[in-house]
């Protein structure tokens, strides 16, 4: 659907609009929509195919380079659902590569897209996009972050604005459990976050290696989500592109999605938790492949080849250095009302490598800006923490920590400090952390 038709007809609702305070809420909407499209979005020369319906309450994305083996598997999973939910939710497959792809991968999109005109799963209703063919290809300087988002941004003319519509991000090799979108409708029925993130697990690898390789590194990302929330950070959820919602609203909000080639869900659920909140959501469980991938500069794909290889260790944060994290969030949190160099003078008692860092981060002079501009204490905070935000507290984390420890201690140390004492071993430590974030129930 185009620009023009999406906002036809307004000028005959805005006639009626002085009577109705529902109907002038709508059109306050659909204006930052019509706003968002002309400035922001990724459109042309991109184009919906598929399903023509434009009542849905969700749009479930998902990019798709060189799937024509998976995303079969993961469509079918879909069909599982509640049809109740599946009614409700198109779902975008972006069949998308970079100019200058090898010849398989641009065959194997070719392959793909001749197969979802097909209709190959009529219980679903199943939209494309070609951002693959020559002419709609990808810029060599973009990648799966352009892939999501032309996939959010095309979904937006297919939704009900007369409700809250949803927007899910899911990955081609992903499989999903059965009561996957009616746990995420339900979510955000009760919940007033603008965000949400959901459980994962990595599916079996093919190899004993690998296998070891993906739990290791689940060890690591769970580890340092504990770190987050035992330290009170307002970022603490995993950022895992297949794993997570948002409220179509809440996505023109915070701008869209960016393009970023890697990396893209963490600036994303970044500027989201700033603008809207990221909850935790609990009660099902998405599971992306272990596969190795050269396709982004960093992720799991990356890191699960260098653990395998030997090429490269995880570093595992240590719980002195949450501990010193939370006791910044904690001093500025008590201390909002004093200045700057009264901050900066107890912050020497927490670690040195903390005021090194604050010099560098010009934290004087970003404090006497939020003094300035934010009258009150609750807006001073607020506008502090979205300074201090994700990857400033990621950027002290590491060097805040101190001499490098197995990874087994620094994880018992951590759930230590979340009360579980006395978990040395490393399988056990990750069923508790599990457990915890949503994956054993």
Not at 309 to 319: C, H, L, M, Q
Request: charged letters at 25%; proline letters at 4%; glycine letters at 8%.
């Amino acid at each position: 659907m185009c620009l023009m038709s999406f906002s036809r007809g307004w000028k005959t609702e805005l006639g009626d609009s002085d009577r109705d305070p529902a109907l002038q809420k709508y059109l306050r909407v659909k204006q930052k929509i019509q706003k968002y499209l002309k400035n922001r979005a990724a459109i042309s020369p991109w184009v919906v195919e598929g399903v023509p319906r434009t009542d849905f309450s969700a749009a479930l994305v998902i990019p798709a380079l060189g799937e024509k083996e998976t995303l079969p598997q993961t469509l079918s999973r879909l069909c599982e659902n509640p049809p109740t939910y599946r009614d409700q939710t198109v779902i975008i497959v972006v069949v998308n590569n970079r100019k200058g792809v090898s010849s398989a991968l641009l065959d194997d999109n070719r392959e793909t897209l001749v197969w979802l005109k097909t209709a190959p799963f009529p219980q679903l209703n199943l939209a494309w996009i070609d951002a693959s063919s020559a002419g709609v290809e990808l810029s060599l300087r973009d990648g799966v972050g352009l892939a999501r988002k032309i996939g959010f941004d095309g979904s937006l003319s297919r939704l009900n604005w007369g409700s809250d519509p949803l927007l899910i991000s899911l990955d081609a090799d992903t499989l999903v459990d059965s009561d996957y979108l009616q746990t995420i409708f339900h979510h955000f029925s009760k919940s007033r976050a603008g965000g949400a993130v959901i459980p994962f697990r990595h599916q079996q690898a093919e190899s004993l290696r690998a296998e070891a390789a993906i739990r290791r590194y689940e060890l690591y990302l769970r580890s340092y989500l504990l770190g987050l929330e035992l330290a009170g950070s307002p970022y603490a959820y995993h950022t895992i592109g297949s794993a997570f919602a948002c409220r179509a609203r809440s996505y023109i909000k915070s701008g869209g999605m960016n393009r970023r080639c890697g990396g893209e869900d963490f600036y994303f659920l970044q500027q989201l938790a700033k603008d809207s909140t990221v909850e935790m959501l609990r009660g099902t469980v998405v599971r992306p492949s272990p596969r190795f991938s050269e396709r982004v500069p960093f992720g799991t794909g990356r890191v699960v080849q260098s653990q395998v290889e030997g090429t490269d260790k995880i570093r595992f944060v240590s719980a002195v250095a949450f501990q010193r994290l939370r006791a910044w969030l904690d001093l500025v949190t008590t201390q909002v009302d004093s200045s700057g160099p009264e901050i900066v003078a107890q912050a020497q008692e927490i670690s040195p490598s903390l005021i090194a860092v604050l010099a560098e981060l010009d934290f004087l002079g970003i404090w006497e800006k939020l003094q300035k501009n934010h009258a009150t204490p609750k807006q001073r905070l607020t506008a502090f923490h979205c300074w201090f935000d994700a990857l400033r507290s990621r950027q002290l984390l590491t060097r805040l920590d101190g001499e490098t420890e197995s990874s087994s201690h620094v994880v018992e140390e951590l759930l230590h400090w979340g009360g579980y004492p006395g978990v040395k071993n490393e399988g056990d430590q990750l069923r508790i952390l599990e457990q915890l974030q949503g994956v054993a129930q």
